[in-house]
């Protein structure tokens, strides 16, 4: 089976600074991987790499077994890669249902639509003409969860899911994300806590400063081979 998402060497750059160095990474189809590591070792970098937002070297991302370095990302969105935004970033002028309306833009065929969100999370349905910034944290990261799965995207990724978000909340996202991925979608899952990121995936990848320090199966690799690789100490 051929990889779904790889990337071979990988570099980001940020004008003369260097923010990766030689990223090798693999999402195979219907995986859960996570990618961990402090603030600052690169995993947003990596991110907008991979979703084209930061320009990628040549050759050095393909999708589906085809080079997606360099295209825009509205391409790369309807090739079926989808981003759940740190912080959400959800449009304040828009209701529930017109965010989760936009995420339909590439018309991809899939499972996913209005009734598909709503049944995964009931309370958008109920919230669905209220304005999207009025609601809690934890029903706008459901919005913005909801808004990419709109776009029946073969990739997920979710960075930062549970930031500022109280624990019942978080636990309530999570415990959403076997729904999602039932159908074979894979996910990529950017997660400060690392026990939860454990816990969701198979494999996961800890960046420190724009390098891959660790990589291996998630209940495989100890707690002092992630502080070591999370740290470098």
């Not at 996913?112 to 709503?118: E, F, P």
């Not at 808004?147 to 549970?162: F, G, K, T, V, Y």
């Not at 159908?183 to 990529?188: A, E, H």
Request: aromatic share 6%.
């Amino acid at each position: 089976m051929s990889a779904l998402l790889e990337t071979h060497g990988l570099t980001a750059h940020y004008g003369d600074f260097q923010a990766l160095f030689g990223i090798d990474f693999v999402v195979e189809p219907g995986e859960v991987v996570a990618l961990i590591g402090a603030n600052g070792a690169g995993k947003s970098t990596f991110l907008k790499s991979v979703t084209g937002l930061l320009k990628a070297p040549r050759d050095s991302v393909r999708f589906g077994g085809e080079t997606i370095s360099g295209l825009a990302p509205d391409k790369i969105v309807g090739r079926g890669i989808a981003l759940v935004p740190e912080g959400r970033r959800l449009f304040p002028s828009l209701s529930v249902e017109e965010n989760l309306m936009i995420g339909g833009f590439t018309r991809r065929a899939g499972a996913w639509n209005l009734n598909a969100v709503y049944k995964l999370f009931p309370i958008l349905r109920e919230r669905r003409h209220a304005p999207g910034t009025a609601l809690s944290g934890g029903q706008q990261q459901m919005v913005a969860i909801g808004r990419a799965l709109m776009s029946n995207p073969q990739l997920l990724i979710c960075d930062e899911l549970s930031l500022g978000l109280a624990p019942i909340v978080v636990k309530e996202i999570y415990d959403a994300l076997p729904s999602i991925t039932q159908d074979g979608l894979s996910l990529i899952v950017v997660e400060q806590d690392v026990a939860t990121a454990r816990a969701v995936s198979q494999r996961l990848y800890c960046l420190q400063e724009g390098r891959v320090s660790l990589t291996g199966r998630s209940q495989d690799v100890t707690h002092e081979q992630i502080s070591k690789a999370y740290f470098g100490i």
